[in-house]
């Protein structure tokens, strides 16, 4: 199987390729939740500010992350496209479990590399 891997030890490229993949993903629901932050209701505003807060926190990490596995941490994108229209506070609803959704996809092979 040589020339699959570039050089050094497999392992620690899937796992620099699944925290590079989970990076991508925070990137994106960062993005996301400004969205939802934008149309949440009032009552909600509180709960998404923390929620935003904790995925910048957890991008921060995976940067980090990254950074130790001997890797450039992947840039976010300028915009990202959302999977329906998103304007009023039950679409932002639903646009919030998108995120956390695919997000969890990205922390699951994650796990699975490590």
Do not use: N
């Amino acid at each position: 199987m040589t020339g699959l891997w570039p050089a050094g030890d497999p392992g620690a490229d899937v796992a620099l390729l699944a925290v590079q993949a989970a990076l991508a993903a925070e990137h994106a629901t960062v993005y996301g939740y400004g969205v939802v932050g934008a149309w949440a209701g009032d009552d909600a505003r509180d709960e998404v500010r923390r929620l935003l807060e904790a995925h910048r926190d957890q991008r921060d990490g995976l940067r980090r992350s990254v950074r130790e596995l001997g890797g450039s941490p992947v840039a976010a994108s300028a915009g990202y496209a959302l999977p329906f229209p998103v304007g009023d506070a039950i679409s932002a609803t639903a646009l919030a479990a998108v995120l956390e959704d695919r997000l969890a996809g990205a922390y699951a092979d994650l796990v699975r590399a490590g």
